[in-house]
């Protein structure tokens, strides 16, 4: 009688394994797929003066943004960007560190600033030289 019980168990326990092994492995290859960065990835930086600028993850660069809510340094480094200093009081924009994957954001409130990362779709060749374009130029 321990026999068969001890063969359920065996049983059971590959079940498991497998299970397991196949569900990290779904896991990899969804990542891999859906959570790789393309090269034609681009950070938009929106100021709270509705000025909009396109940075290329491609390129590496830092950006300083200044309105009269305060002043954000953004750096592109590596195909990621962050926002590297702020004049804000708490610094959460800056605590939010690196993003590179289209859809994340980095959020800061006091200055009415926001980073997102969207797929570029080959419109416009991003600019990087430092100055804003405006919203509707």
Do not use: Y
């Amino acid at each position: 009688m321990a026999t068969q019980g001890s063969g359920k168990n065996n049983r059971l326990s590959l079940i498991i394994i497998v299970v397991v092994v196949v569900v990290v492995a779904a896991s990899v290859a969804a990542i891999s797929v859906f959570g790789a960065q393309t090269s034609a990835d681009k950070a938009v930086v929106h100021a709270s003066d509705g000025t909009v600028r396109e940075l290329p993850l491609s390129q590496d660069a830092t950006v300083t943004v200044t309105t009269d809510k305060g002043t954000n340094e953004v750096e592109v480094k590596g195909g990621q960007v962050r926002v590297l200093d702020a004049d804000c009081p708490n610094h959460d924009c800056v605590d939010q560190g690196w993003i590179s994957r289209a859809g994340q954001q980095i959020v800061c409130l006091p200055h009415e600033l926001w980073i997102e990362i969207v797929a570029d779709e080959g419109a416009d060749g991003a600019d990087a030289s430092g100055v804003f374009d405006t919203v509707g130029s």
